[in-house]
């Protein structure tokens, strides 16, 4: 399949199919899209999640609408969350995803970016809880920008508009860049994975979840092996996932009345029975968490 045929498939119907997006158009699992095909792609989903923050927007309970992951709940499987949020906390499932993937990295007193921070989920759940030195979300979208900008104003937060690939910061400026639900969107993955590597000073972590086929995950571990990150954690968390979309997505749904909006959202919340969920069921999906280090002969980690 060429650039063209993989970008169109992927917008199918004009509308972003995650499933057609993830599975059949393999994203990431072989190669990265030829650099002028990958503008054309980010373009689609900058626009496509301009239209989505907007739609949020215009909704009643859209100002309380933070968090853009399907969340995690607490099985067998080992957890390395330092917090537990409370049961009343407003979208306890998807906090508890981001203390899952910050796990045992301390954050505090370190500059942190949160690379695709959609609406501040990261920035909600580190408040007052975690004590950074610094926390920059970056986003692609401006309306998502300037959602946080109006909804999170904290000393030492800020957000900034920015593409994952071409990261506007110096080089070993930060201590943390986290990435969540998110990479499955780029279309050059090996230059967001160069990126986090440049960005990073000896020593620091890469904090890293999302959903994807199996085959690209392969990928992406040796893509980021050969920059020169060091592995440190790999959890396949799809049932953590999956319980959590039985718990919430209903409840989401409900904002959403009209049938074709409904089935579109039931894929993009992973409603059971949806597609997106079905394909995780049965393996065509997984969802997986990763800590990575950029472990160097000079660096000596506090923190390790
Ligand atoms: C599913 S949301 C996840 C947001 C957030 N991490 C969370 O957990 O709520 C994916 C986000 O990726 C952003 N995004 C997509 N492509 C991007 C790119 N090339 N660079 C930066 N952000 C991008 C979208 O605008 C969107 O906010």
Redesign the pocket.
Known sequence: MNDRDKTQTRTLHGKWDLLEHLVRGGIHADEDLAQDAAEAE?LQ??QE?EAFNRKLSELKFGKYAF???YGYVQNDNPSFAKFTPRESEFDVN?RRL?YEVIGDCPLDDLDVV??????G??CMALHGRFHPNSYLG????SE?VAFCREHHQIPNFQFEE????SLPLASESRDVVIN???SH??PRIGAFFNECFRVLRPGGWLLYTDLLAPKAFARHTRLLQTIGFTKTRDADITSNVLSSCDETAERRMVAYKDPEERSYMADFLAAPGSETYRAMEQGLLCYRLFTFRKITQTSSPTNS
Request: glycine share 6%; hydrophobic share 30%; aromatic share 10%.
């Open positions: 980010k989903r900058k999640y968090f853009l992951n998807s981001v949160d690379v695709s921070c959609g609406r989920s990261v970056i986003d692609l979208s998502a920015g593409d994952a690939e969540i639900e998110s969107n780029y």
